[in-house]
């Protein structure tokens, strides 16, 4: 029971989420930092990071390597005819 709660939960947060206009992905990987009940990071993005390329792959093994924490990359793209 507390996994179909804890899925609708997640579901609600995620349809709450808006868009901006940037790619924050250096900041979206510090803020799961942040928390110490994080062991995973799904990371859902639709662009190339707006930080230098080498800040964030830096953080991200990091947060794979000396954290423990798995990051899931989920790239999403948007084709406008």
Do not use: E
Not at 5 to 30: H, P, R
Not at 48 to 60: C, E, F, I, T, W
Not at 74 to 79: E, F
Request: glycine share 6%.
């Amino acid at each position: 029971m507390h996994f179909f709660q804890n899925l609708d939960n997640a579901w609600q947060w995620v349809k709450g989420l808006s868009t901006g206009g940037s790619t924050n992905t250096l900041a979206a990987l510090k803020l799961a930092l942040a928390d110490p009940q994080c062991h995973a990071i799904y990371l859902l993005t639709d662009g190339r990071p707006d930080q230098v390329l080498v800040q964030v792959l830096a953080l991200y093994f990091l947060l794979l390597v000396a954290n423990f924490i798995a990051v899931f990359i989920i790239g999403i793209v948007t084709i406008v005819l």
